[in-house]
């Protein structure tokens, strides 16, 4: 469904430890402020709900790019996503091509530990690149990952 402010208490009290620790690292945001700016920012954003309640939010936020042609995809969410994920897998490359029609370069950095989000990322076609490098607030390591 269109993702939606009261989608986000929910996601923030639950959402998965590697997310945390990545939204903490790269901003230094709780849960719930890494989802407030996310959707406040986006211009595509969609919820999933795993029995009525809201599991995860991804979306698109757009990037100062030479052409203003770039966005920033994310997706931060809670342990439920496994319990769907067969069914998000098999949605996901209509959501990233939703994302590209509106923004032809897709990037933006993953955790260097986050190794569920790698694999989801590789699966949606990402690049992901061969080192990491330091980045966000904390220094700590992170993947920069892109779609053209």
């Known amino acids: 469904v269109e993702a939606l ?3 986000i208490p929910p996601i923030a009290a639950n959402m998965r430890q590697a997310d945390r620790q990545e939204v903490m690292a790269s901003h230094a945001h709780t849960p719930e402020q890494a989802l407030q700016s996310s959707l406040n920012q986006s211009v595509l954003a969609w919820t999933c709900l795993v029995r009525t309640k809201p599991a995860f939010i991804w979306g698109v936020c757009p990037l100062r790019g030479l052409l203003g042609l770039e966005g920033s995809p ?12 067969r069914d998000f897998l098999r ?8 994302m590209q029609a509106v923004f032809p ?9 986050n190794k569920v989000s790698q694999r989801w ?14 980045y966000g ?3 700590e390591l992170f993947y920069k990952f892109w779609r053209e």
């Open 121 to 134: 990322l590789k699966w949606c076609g990402f690049q992901i690149a061969q080192k990491p490098e330091l």
């Open 91 to 98: 949605c996901c490359p209509c959501y990233v091509d939703k």
């Open 74 to 85: 994310w997706l931060l969410g809670t342990n439920q996503i496994f319990e769907v994920r």
């Open 105 to 113: 370069k897709l990037w933006n950095y993953v955790h260097a530990d």
């Open 137 to 139: 607030v904390n220094n």
């Open 5 to 7: 402010p009261e989608h």
